[in-house]
């Protein structure tokens, strides 16, 4: 018994189907698209935080090289 969408979950008992089930399937479709957004909000955070203790971005002072962040300073 299908729902008329394409990966629609089959009825656990004689044609009973969860709201549960129902929800899964429909979001199902958009995982691929909501796990490239995190990706890449995730990779932006991360690039602006390195840019930040490399080069002095953001308000922020630039390590010098060679040296292990905030150690000595107080």
Do not use: C, H, N
Not at 28 to 54: D, W
Not at 55 to 64: D, K, P, Q
């Amino acid at each position: 018994m299908a729902l008329g969408f394409p990966g629609a979950p089959r009825p656990l008992v004689s044609g009973v189907v969860t709201a549960g089930a129902r929800l899964t399937a429909r979001l199902k479709r958009f995982q691929p698209y909501v796990l490239g957004l995190f990706r890449v909000v995730i990779g932006l955070l991360l690039a602006s935080q390195g840019a930040a203790s490399l080069f002095g971005l953001l308000g922020r002072e630039a390590e010098r090289a060679g040296d292990w962040p905030y150690w000595g300073r107080r």
